[in-house]
C-alpha cells in the first residue's frame, strides 16, 4: 500500500476526531461478570437463588449536632463619600487690579464740588419781613372807642394815634403795599344802652387797594372816640377783609391792632387772633397797646401771641412812633431795597460762574476718564479675566459722580428761583420815593 503525505495527515485526522469523540461519551456503569449457572443434566440451567440482598442498615437517629450559627458582626456601613468639588481655578485679583487703574486714571474731582449763597448772604432779610416775603398787605385795626378820648401829653390818644398813623403811611412805598383800616368803637356810645350797637359797630372804612396816601390821611380823621371796645369781632372781620385781595409768594399778611383797653363786647380776641394766625393766610397779629392797665396788657399781650405777633406798650406819642419803627423797622426795609439793587450784579455773576465752572469741571473729568478707561484699562486686565467687572465698577463710579452733576444742576434752579425774588424786589425798589 502506497503511503503519501497526504494519506497520512488524513489518517491522523481520522484518529484525532475518533479520541475526541470517546473522550466525549457518557461513560457507562461497570458491569461484573458472574459466572453463569451450572446446566443440569438436561442441560437446562437451574435457577440459582440469588444471594441475600446484605441488609440495609437501620440508621439509628443521633441527636442532631446543633451548628454554631456565627453572631453577625457589626460591620459599620460605610458614610457616603461626599464627591470632591473640582479646585477653582484661581481667579486674578480684579478689584485690586480695577483699584490700582483708578489710582493711577482715575480723576479728582474735589474742585469740580460748588455751592450757591442764598442772597439773604449777601443782603440780610430784616426781621420783620418773613422768609420769601416782599410784598405787604397791612390791615390796621384802630381803637375809636370812648376811653381813646382820654388825654397823653395835652391830646387825646385817638388824635395821637391818627397823627402815628398818618406818619408810618407817608415813609411806606408808594407801590408793593396794600393796606387797609378798619376801625371800632366809633358806632354809638359808651353808654349801656347803645352796647349792643357799640358792639357791632366794627367798620373797614377803607378796604385793601395800592396805597393812595392822600385818600388814607383823609379816611383816617374821619371819626371819633365815643363807644365799646369789640376787639374780637373786628379781628374775626379782618380774615374776610384779607380773603377779598389776590395772594401770591412773596406776600406778606399783617395786622396793627392799636388798642387803650380790653375786649368789653363779650368776645374771646385771643381765639381770634389764633384764628387769623392758623388761617391759609397766615395772618400774623402784632398788638400796640396804648397807655394801657395790667389787665388790659395782658389781654392785649396774650392776643400777639396767639396771632404769632410782637406785643409794644406805649405810653405816649414817641413811644407810639417807635413801636411802629420797631414793627416795620422802615429804614432797614429800604437800606435791604438798596443793598439788592447793589449787589444782585455781583451775585448773579458769582452765581453763573460757579455753575458754569462746575459743569465745565465734570464734563471735562469725566471725558478723560472714559477716554483713559478704553486704552488704559487693559494692562490692568491682560488675560481679560476681569473685563466685565472693570465695566461694572466703573459704570458704578460714573453713576456716583452723576450724582455730583446733578447737585449741579439743582444749584442753578436754585439760582433761579434767587434771582426771580431779586426781581420782585428790585420792582419794589424803583417805586420808593426815597432813599436810605
Known sequence: MKFNARSLWFALGILLI????????????????????????????ENTPAPPAAA???DTPQPPTSTPT????????????????PTPTPTPDCEAAYQEFIATYGRDYTPCRTELRPFDEVCPRPEFLQPGDYTFNIELILDASGSMAGMVGGRSKLSIAQQTLTDFIDKLPSKG????????????????????????????IYPFQPLNKDDFKQTIRSFSPTGWTPIARSLRAALDDFQEIKEDDTTTNVVVLVSDGIETCGGDPVAAAKLLQESELKTVVHVIGFDVDAEAADQLRAVAQAGGGNYFEARNAKDLEKAFVDLFN?????????CINEKVVGYEFESTSKITGARMCYAGKQTGERLDFVFESGAYDKDGACEDYFRK???????????????????????????????????ELESLNAGP
Not at 23 to 36: D, E, M, Q, R
Not at 330 to 338: F, G
Not at 402 to 424: G, H, L, N, P, T
Open 18 to 45: 475518533a479520541l475526541l469523540m470517546t473522550g466525549c461519551t457518557t461513560p457507562t456503569a461497570s458491569v461484573t461478570n458472574t459466572p453463569a449457572a451450572p446446566a443440569n443434566s438436561q442441560g437446562t440451567v
Open 56 to 58: 440495609t442498615p437501620t
Open 177 to 204: 403795599v396794600n393796606v387797609a383800616l378798619r376801625v371800632y368803637g366809633h358806632k354809638g356810645s359808651n353808654k349801656k344802652k347803645d352796647r349792643e350797637a357799640s358792639c357791632l359797630g366794627t367798620e373797614l
Open 70 to 85: 456565627p453572631e453577625p458582626t457589626d460591620t459599620p456601613t460605610p458614610a457616603p463619600t461626599d464627591t470632591p468639588a
Open 393 to 427: 465698577r466703573f459704570h458704578e463710579r460714573e453713576e456716583k459722580i452723576k450724582k455730583e452733576v446733578d447737585q449741579v444742576e439743582r444749584w442753578s434752579e436754585f439760582f433761579q428761583k434767587e434771582m426771580e425774588k431779586i426781581d420782585a424786589i428790585r420792582k
Open 330 to 338: 422802615l429804614e432797614e426795609w429800604v437800606a435791604y431795597l438798596w
